[in-house]
C-alpha cells in the first residue's frame, strides 16, 4: 500500500505542535508517547498500520474546532477516526498526521418523540443510539454489522448502511442535521430537526465524504418507532441462479422486506462449523425477514413462501417463534466470525445489479480457482450488496498481495456488470487505486473540486479514496 | 431557444456558450432567470427499468407521466410522489423527471418513504464549462466517492445540466385508506399527526388543512400496503387517536387519491393572487408558523413540518419567522428571493461551490443566490 512521504517539516516540528494542541485540550487529551499512540495505528483494516505524529481526544466542538484551528496553521495533516472500526482503512494515519478520535463526545444532547429525532455527539455508538430511545419503543434505522462498536462520526463519514436498509435506507436518508467543524476551526450547522435541509444539499454532499470535507462533533438523527412484530423464512436452494431468480420474483411481487441476506454454500458451511444454527447444506440461502402487524407479517410471508415454492427449494422454514428466528439470524450473524475461526480473510464490499447475480458468483468460483485462494460469499440480496470473503493466510508470504489482485478484480467484475466498488464500507485506502476503473478523470476531477471547497490546503484525511497520484498537486507533492 | 437532442450536443452547446443560460425541462416549476433557454426536452426516453431491481434509468427531458406509466406498467411507483405545480403555479408544458430532480419535488410520502433525493441513486450531467459528470450508478447502494447524487437534487440547475437520472423504486400498494379527523385547531391537528407518525403504523401522509373543501379543518393521515394490514392499521389508528373525537376512514380509492392530490399539488392556492411560501420546520413548529403568520392561508403536510402559506403580495414571511429555526422558500410572488439567504461560511461554501462547478457563472444565474 502507498502512502505519501510524510511531510518533513512537520516531523521535525512535533514537539511544537504537540505542546500547542496542550494548551487547548485539558490533560490526557492528547497522546504522543509511541507506545501509546500504539492503539491508533490501524483501524479493521489491520493489514495496513502507521504510527501517527500524535492523536487527540477532544470532549467538545469547541476543543474540536480550536484542535483543527491550530493544525490548519502549523500545516499538519488531520486524519478523523470514529471508533476505528472502518474496513477500509479510512482512519489509518500517517506519520505526519495527527489523529483526531471523536470517543469522548458521545452525550445524547436532545431527544424528541414528537419530532422523531435525536441528537447526539459524534462519538456514540451505534447501538447506543438506539439503546438511548429503547424504552419509548423506538430505533435508529441503520445498522451495520459492527453497530456494537462503531462510531455515528464514522457512519456519517462512510454512509453506512445495514441489512435492514432495503427498507430504511442508509445513513445518509435518516441524516437530518450535522454540526461540522471544517479544516481552518470553523464551525458550521447545516439542516436541524426540519425535514430537509435549505440550499444546495450539503448534508447529502458530507455523507459519505470520508471524514475529508470536515469533522462531524454533533449529529440529528431520525428516530423510528419499532415495528410491532418482524418474522423471517429461511429458504435453500440447490443452484445459485434459483436463489437470484427467487429474490427477483419476490421483489416484483410488490412484497417489500426488511431484509434480504444471502450465503452461499463455503459460507454455510463455514457458519455451521462455527455457530451450528443448523442451517441446511445446500448451493445457496436466503433469509427472508419481514415486518409489521400479524396480519401483515403473515399475508406477506404466506406471499414469499407460495413465490419460493415455486422455485424448488431443498429447505423452506418459517420461524414460528422468537427463539428460531434468533436461530435463524444466528447463522447469518455468525458469518464474519466463523471466517475468522478458519484463515485471515478480506471482507470486500461490491454492489452489482442483482439481476448479475448468478453470472457474477460464477465468476467469483472461477476466479477462486486461478489465484488459489477459497472465498465465501454473504450478501444483501435485495440491494445487490456482495460481501464476498477471501480467505488468506497473513504468515504466508505473498498471499496478502495475492487476496488484494483478487479482491481488486472482483471489484472490476462488479463495475464491469454495471454496479460499484463499496456500497456500504467506503473506499479508504482500501480500494483508492480502483476510482478510475469506475470513474473517468472528469468524474473525479468534480469530486477533488469540492474538497478544494471545503479544505483547500487538503490536509483532511488527504491520502484516502482517491488515487494519489491524482490528488500529488493538491496536496503539495511533486507529482 | 436551443434543445440539444444528445449528451454530448448538450456538452458542446455549454461549452460553446459565451452568455447565460436558463435550463428549461418542461418549464412548470416556475425557475426564472436571464438568459438564453436551453430546453432538455428532446433527451428523452427510458434507458433501462429492471422491475426485480426495483431500479429505473431515464434521460432528464423524459416526461415524469411517461415514466410513472412504465412504472404503473409493472405495479411499481416514484417512492417520493412528485407533484405537480401547474396549477398552483400558473405554469403550461410537460413536467419532466429532470425537473422534479433539479427542484427536489417531493409530495406527502416524503414523510415516510423520503424525497426525491432519498430516491435519486444516480446521475449524469453537464457542467458549466460543457464537462460530462456521471456520480452514483444504477445500484441502489454506493458510497463510491462524493455523493454528488444529492448534491445535484435540488440545485436548480445552478452546478450543472441533468442529461441522465436513475431512481431506486418501490412497489406499488393493493390499498389506500384515509383516516379523517375534522374540526381540530392546527395545534390539536399537529398533536394528531405527531401521534400518528410516532406509532408502528407506518403513516405514509400526514396533512392538515384548516379549510377544506367545505371550509371547514380536516386532519388527513393515510395508511397504505395489502389490504388486510391496512384495515387493521387505520383501527388501530382511530383508536390511538380517540382523544381527538370522532374520526372517519374513507375507503373510496378515487376519492383518498383526490384528497392526496389536493395536498400534494396544493390545489387550495391555485388561481389566486397571493405570494406562496413553503416553510420547512419541525413538524411540532408548524402551529407557530401559522400563528406567526395570523391572516395567512395555510396548509399543513408531513406531519405539521412542511406548512405551505399563501399571503398577502409583499409579506415579509422570513421576517415574522425569526424565531423558528428551518427555512422559507417563496414558490410563488416575486418581491424576494426564492430561497432563504444564507450566513458567513455556509454561503461561501454554497458560492464556492458554483464557482467550481460554472465557473463563468452561466448556470440559472442568481437563482439559488
Redesign the interface.
Known amino acids: 500500500m502507498e502512502m505519501p512521504v510524510p511531510n518533513a517539516a512537520v516531523l521535525s516540528r512535533k514537539a511544537e505542535i504537540v505542546a500547542r494542541l496542550q494548551t487547548v485540550l485539558p490533560q490526557g487529551a492528547v497522546i504522543h508517547q509511541p507506545r501509546e499512540t500504539h492503539a491508533y495505528e490501524c483501524d479493521a483494516l489491520t493489514a495496513y498500520r502507521c504510527p501517527p505524529l500524535a492523536v487527540v481526544l477532544p470532549s467538545s466542538t469547541e476543543e474540536v474546532s480550536a484542535v483543527l484551528n491550530i493544525c490548519h496553521d502549523m500545516g499538519v495533516p488531520v486524519v478523523p477516526r470514529g471508533s476505528g472500526t472502518s474496513l477500509a482503512g479510512g482512519a489509518l494515519p500517517t506519520e505526519d498526521s495527527v489523529v483526531l478520535g471523536v470517543a469522548r463526545l458521545n452525550d445524547v444532547l436532545e431527544t ?6 435525536i441528537r447526539v455527539q459524534s462519538g456514540r455508538t451505534n447501538l447506543s443510539v438506539s439503546g438511548a430511545v429503547e424504552e419509548n ?2 430505533f435508529y434505522a441503520p445498522d451495520p454489522s459492527s453497530q456494537l462498536a462503531c462510531a455515528i462520526a464514522g457512519n456519517i463519514a ?2 453506512s ?1 445495514g441489512a435492514h ?1 432495503l427498507k430504511y ?2 445513513t ?2 435518516n441524516l437530518l442535521g450535522v454540526t461540522l467543524v ?1 479544516m481552518d476551526g ?1 464551525v ?3 439542516g ?5 435541509a ?8 458530507i ?3 470520508e471524514g475529508q470535507l470536515g469533522v462531524v462533533t454533533e449529529a440529528t438523527l431520525r428516530i423510528l ?4 412484530g418482524a418474522r423471517p423464512v429461511l429458504m435453500g436452494f440447490d443452484r445459485n441462479e434459483v436463489a437470484g431468480a427467487c ?3 419476490i ?6 422486506p426488511v431484509a434480504i441476506e444471502f450465503m452461499d454454500r463455503p459460507c454455510i458451511r463455514a457458519c455451521e462449523a462455527h455457530a451450528g444454527a443448523g442451517c441446511p447444506d445446500c448451493e445457496a440461502l436466503l433469509i427472508v425477514e419481514v415486518e ?2 400479524e ?2 407479517i403473515v ?2 410471508l404466506g406471499l414469499i413462501m407460495e413465490i419460493a415454492r415455486n422455485h424448488n427449494p431443498v429447505e423452506l422454514r418459517e420461524s414460528k417463534s422468537e427463539e428460531e428466528s434468533a436461530r435463524i439470524w444466528l447463522g447469518r450473524k455468525a458469518a464474519f466470525g466463523a471466517m475468522g475461526r478458519i484463515n485471515d480473510y478480506m471482507c470486500l464490499d461490491g ?5 448479475e447475480l448468478a453470472f457474477v458468483l460464477r465468476r467469483i468460483g472461477e476466479m477462486s480457482g486461478e489465484y488459489g485462494l477459497d472465498v465465501a460469499n454473504v450478501f ?1 440480496a435485495g ?3 456482495l460481501h464476498p470473503l477471501i480467505l488468506f493466510d497473513a504468515n504466508k508470504p505473498g498471499d496478502l498481495e495475492t487476496c488484494e489482485a483478487f479482491g481488486a478484480d472482483i471489484l472490476k467484475l462488479c463495475v464491469e456488470v ?10 479508504g485506502v482500501e ?1 483508492r487505486d480502483l ?1 478510475l476503473t ?3 478523470p ?3 476531477e ?2 477533488l ?6 479544505d483547500p490546503d487538503w490536509l483532511l484525511n488527504p491520502a484516502k ?2 488515487p494519489l497520484r491524482e490528488t500529488a498537486t493538491r496536496r503539495g507533492e511533486a507529482a | 431557444m436551443m434543445k440539444p437532442g444528445s449528451e454530448a450536443e448538450l456538452a458542446e452547446t455549454i461549452a460553446a456558450m459565451r452568455g447565460a443560460l436558463r435550463i428549461v425541462g418542461g418549464g412548470t416549476r416556475g425557475v426564472g432567470c436571464d438568459g438564453e433557454v436551453l430546453e432538455t426536452s428532446e433527451l428523452r426516453g427510458v434507458e433501462l427499468y429492471e422491475p426485480g431491481a426495483l431500479t429505473v434509468v431515464a434521460k432528464a427531458g423524459t416526461p415524469l407521466a411517461e415514466i410513472e406509466s412504465v412504472l404503473a406498467a409493472e405495479g411499481q411507483r416514484l417512492p417520493f410522489e412528485p407533484a405537480d405545480h401547474r396549477a398552483l403555479l400558473g405554469t403550461d408544458g410537460v413536467p419532466t423527471i429532470g425537473g422534479v430532480v433539479a427542484t427536489n419535488v417531493s409530495g406527502p410520502r416524503r414523510i415516510q418513504a423520503g424525497a426525491c433525493r432519498d430516491s435519486l441513486i444516480g446521475v449524469r450531467f453537464v457542467d458549466g464549462s460543457g464537462t460530462v459528470i456521471k456520480n452514483g450508478g444504477r445500484v441502489m447502494k454506493n458510497v463510491t466517492g462524493y455523493d454528488l447524487v444529492k448534491l445535484m437534487c435540488g440545485s436548480y440547475g445552478t452546478l450543472g445540466v441533468l442529461s441522465e437520472v436513475a431512481f431506486k423504486v418501490l412497489p406499488d400498494v393493493e390499498t389506500v385508506v384515509c383516516v379523517l379527523i375534522e374540526g381540530l385547531s392546527d395545534a390539536a391537528a399537529v398533536r394528531a399527526l405527531c401521534l400518528a407518525l410516532a406509532s408502528p403504523f407506518e403513516v405514509t401522509g400526514a396533512a392538515h388543512t384548516p379549510s377544506g373543501i367545505d371550509g371547514e379543518p380536516v386532519t388527513m393521515i393515510r395508511v397504505e400496503g395489502f389490504e388486510e394490514s391496512v384495515v387493521y392499521r387505520a383501527a388501530q389508528l382511530q383508536a390511538l387517536l380517540a382523544e381527538f373525537g370522532e374520526s372517519s376512514v374513507e375507503t373510496n380509492p378515487a376519492r383518498v387519491a383526490g384528497g392526496w392530490r389536493w395536498v400534494r399539488d396544493v390545489e387550495a392556492f391555485a388561481g389566486c393572487d397571493g405570494d406562496v411560501w413553503r416553510i420547512s420546520v419541525k413538524p411540532t413548529d408548524g402551529p407557530r408558523v401559522g400563528a406567526a403568520l395570523e391572516g395567512a392561508r395555510l396548509l399543513f403536510d408531513w406531519g405539521g413540518g412542511l406548512v405551505w402559506a399563501e399571503t398577502a403580495a409583499g409579506t415579509d414571511v422570513r421576517g415574522k419567522l425569526t424565531e423558528i429555526s428551518g427555512h422559507a422558500t417563496l414558490m410563488r410572488g416575486d418581491g424576494f428571493a426564492r430561497f432563504q439567504p444564507e450566513e458567513g461560511p455556509l454561503a461561501a461554501i454554497s458560492a464556492g461551490l458554483r464557482a467550481q462547478f460554472d465557473p463563468r457563472g452561466i448556470l440559472n444565474a442568481g437563482v439559488m443566490g
Open positions: 424528541d418523540y414528537d419530532n422523531r429525532f419503543a423506538f462512510m454512509n448502511g436498509c435506507g442508509v445518509t436518508n471544517l470553523t458550521i450547522e447545516i436541524g430537526a426540519h425535514l430537509d435549505g440550499g444546495l444539499d450539503l448534508l447529502g454532499l455523507c459519505g465524504s418507532h419499532k415495528p410491532e429474490v427477483s420474483d421483489i416484483k411481487a410488490g412484497v417489500l409489521g402487524s396480519a401483515e399475508h406477506q454492489v452489482i445489479p442483482v439481476s444483501h440491494d445487490g450488496n454495471g454496479g460499484c466498488l463499496t456500497g456500504e464500507h467506503g473506499v480500494k476510482m469506475q470513474f473517468s472528469a468524474d473525479l468534480a469530486q473540486r469540492v474538497k478544494d471547497v471545503f479514496v482517491f
